[in-house]
C-alpha cells in the first residue's frame, strides 16, 4: 500500500484516549479509510480470500523470489478450485511496468482492487481496470498478463466471466 502515516506516541499512556477521528477532515486520512472500507468489502465479498483461510489449498504461491524487484505473487482460492484472486504485490517505491505474472486461465483479469488507486490517495498507476492474458506460459502457468505493478501497491486481480 502506498501509505505514509504520521507517527504517533502510543502505549500506556495513551490507552484512555479516544481515537483520533478528527483526522478525516484530511483527504489523505480520507483516502486511507476508503482504502480500508473497500479491501475489508473485497475480503467478505470474494470467496477465494476468505473460504478456506486456513487450509493449505486455499493459498497457492505464484513468484515468491523475484528479490531484485521486491514483488511477490500468489493465488488465493475459495472451496471452488476454479474461484481465484491474484494477488501481486510491489514492495519498492518504484512502479513495475510490463511485469509479467503467470496465470491459470487464459481470458481477461479485471483489478478487484488497486491499493494505489487516486480515490486512496495514489498516482492511479495501473492497468485501466483491466489487462488480458497472453499466451505466454510463465511461472509453471499456462498463461500471463503484463502488468503495471504500482509503487508500494497491491493488486488484486478476478478473472473476468
Not at 504517533?8 to 495513551?14: F, L, N, Q
Not at 487516486?118 to 502457468?141: C, E, H, I, K, L
Request: hydrophobic content about 35%.
Amino acid at each position: 500500500l502506498n501509505i505514509r502515516l504520521p507517527v504517533h506516541r502510543c502505549g500506556a499512556d495513551k490507552h484512555d484516549e479516544s481515537l483520533e477521528w478528527h483526522v478525516l477532515q484530511f483527504p489523505f486520512q480520507q483516502g486511507v479509510q476508503r482504502c480500508v472500507r473497500d479491501l475489508n468489502l473485497l475480503v467478505s465479498s470474494e470467496p477465494a480470500l476468505h473460504e478456506v483461510d486456513f487450509r493449505p489449498e486455499g493459498f497457492e504461491w505464484i513468484d515468491f523470489r523475484d528479490v531484485d524487484n521486491s514483488v511477490v505473487s500468489f493465488l488465493r482460492r475459495g472451496k471452488d478450485p476454479d474461484d481465484a484472486v491474484v494477488c501481486v504485490f510491489n514492495f519498492t517505491p518504484a512502479p513495475r511496468e510490463k511485469y509479467r505474472v503467470g496465470v491459470p486461465w487464459a481470458g481477461r483479469y479485471r483489478e478487484a482492487l488497486n491499493s494505489d488507486a487516486a480515490a486512496y490517495g495514489g498516482t492511479n498507476a495501473g492497468n485501466a481496470g483491466s489487462v488480458p492474458t497472453d499466451s505466454v506460459p510463465w511461472m509453471g502457468r499456462p498463461h500471463s498478463v503484463s502488468l503495471t505493478l504500482p509503487p508500494l501497491g497491491a493488486l488484486f486481480l478476478r478473472k473476468e466471466e
